[in-house]
């Protein structure tokens, strides 16, 4: 039960931390590091990249 639990809670910080990133334009990759948000630190800060225009990067992926 606790590992299903874990599961559950890795998947919900990894879903918060990708919807603020969307909020502030900002795209990276998704490592195994992003499950250090639940720790309350991010340590992939250096791999983000700053995207000019995010709508256009929405519209070309649809």
Do not use: C, W, Y
Request: proline share 3%.
């Amino acid at each position: 039960m606790e590992v299903h639990q874990r599961d559950t809670s890795s998947r919900f910080a990894l879903t918060i931390s990708l919807f603020f990133e969307e909020l502030l334009g900002v795209f990276r990759p998704i490592s195994r590091r992003d499950f250090v948000f639940l720790n309350g630190r991010s340590e992939s800060l250096a791999q983000r990249v700053k995207v000019e225009g995010p709508q256009l990067l929405a519209l070309g992926a649809v």
